[in-house]
C-alpha cells in the first residue's frame, strides 16, 4: 500500500467519526428539545436547559438549527415524521387514536403547550395551530364536506378540540375515568361520540323544539 493511499484511509477515519458524532449531537438535542418544549413550554425552555438535557453543547443549536425558534419548528416537524398514521387518517377511530397515543406516550408535547400556554409567541402559536389544522381539521373538513353534511369548518373544529381537550386532561389527570381507563377503550367511546358531533342533523341546544 502507497504512503499516500495510507493517508487517505488515516484521514477518512477522523472524518466519518466526526460525522457520526455531529448526527448524534443534533439528534440529541432535538430529542431534548422534543420533550422539553412538551413539558415546559417554549418560553420557559432554554437553550442552556436543551443542551443539558441533550448532554452536548448549547452552543451547537446554533450551528445545527439556527435559534430557538428554528429548533422548535424542527421539533415540531419531527412529530410529523413520527406520527403513526404518517399517510393519513382512515376514520375518527385512527385519528383519536393518534392524539391519546401521542399524549399517552409523551405527555401535551411541544404543539399542545404552544396552544395553552399564554407565555408562548404567535409565530410558535401559529405554527402550532397550522399543525393542527393540516393533520386533524382540513381532513375531517374535506371527509364532512364529501358526505354533504352543513357547517363542515364548525363540525371539524368542535371535534378537534374535543379530541385535543380529552387527551390534554388524561395526560394532565383532570378526571379520574378518563385517566385510567384503557385506550382502545377510551379511543372507540371518543370515536362514537365524536360522530354523533359530526353527523347530527338536528335542531341542538337552546334553539332546539321541545316536542
Do not use: C, N
Not at 380529552?166 to 360522530?195: C, T, Y
Amino acid at each position: 500500500m502507497s504512503t499516500s493511499h495510507e493517508a487517505t484511509v488515516t484521514d477518512a477515519a477522523p472524518r466519518t467519526a466526526r460525522s457520526r458524532d455531529a448526527a448524534a449531537s443534533k439528534e440529541a438535542l432535538l430529542q431534548a428539545a422534543q420533550e422539553l418544549f412538551g413539558q415546559r413550554g417554549f418560553e420557559r425552555t432554554t437553550i442552556r436547559d436543551i443542551g443539558e438535557r441533550a448532554g452536548v453543547d448549547a452552543a451547537l443549536i446554533a450551528r445545527y438549527f439556527g435559534s430557538k425558534a428554528d429548533l422548535y419548528f424542527a421539533a415540531v416537524a419531527a412529530e410529523d415524521a413520527g406520527e403513526q398514521y404518517p399517510g393519513g387518517f382512515e376514520g375518527l377511530e385512527q385519528m383519536a387514536d393518534a392524539v391519546v397515543s401521542r399524549a399517552d406516550d409523551h405527555g401535551p408535547g411541544p404543539i399542545m403547550q404552544a396552544l395553552i400556554r399564554l407565555d408562548a409567541s404567535d409565530d410558535i402559536r401559529r405554527a402550532a395551530l397550522q399543525r393542527v389544522k393540516r393533520r386533524l381539521i382540513e381532513p375531517l373538513v374535506v371527509d364532512i364536506t364529501e358526505r354533504g353534511i352543513d357547517r363542515p369548518e364548525l363540525r371539524a373544529e368542535i371535534a378537534t378540540a374535543a379530541m385535543l381537550g380529552i387527551s390534554l386532561s388524561r395526560s394532565l389527570g383532570w378526571f379520574e375515568e378518563v385517566r385510567s381507563v384503557p385506550k382502545d377503550e377510551l379511543v372507540a367511546l371518543m370515536a362514537e361520540a365524536l360522530q354523533e358531533v359530526i353527523t347530527h342533523q338536528g335542531p341542538i341546544g337552546r334553539h332546539a323544539r321541545r316536542p
